[in-house]
């Protein structure tokens, strides 16, 4: 079994990005993210960084969206 290297840091602009290309609000992502929609908030504009598993999430989400999507998803029901 081959363990993933630590996600690269994301500028606020990526993580702005990786929400739009979900079409979904800071809250809504940070639904997704299970964190609050303040931590998205902060990053977003460079305040704080995420830590290493929110990190995790959106490099997981900037790469298959639709996984984060199915995942949320599945997990409401």
Do not use: Y
Request: proline share 9%; hydrophobic share 40%.
């Amino acid at each position: 079994m081959e363990i993933a290297a630590p996600p690269k840091p994301m500028k606020p602009n990526e993580i702005r990005k990786v929400r739009e290309s979900l079409h979904a609000s800071q809250t809504a992502f940070a639904h997704f993210l299970c964190v609050s929609p303040k931590a998205v908030q902060s990053w977003e504009q460079g305040v704080r960084r995420p830590q290493s598993t929110a990190l995790r999430l959106l490099d997981i989400a900037k790469k298959n969206p639709k996984f984060l999507l199915a995942t949320v998803s599945a997990r409401a029901k």
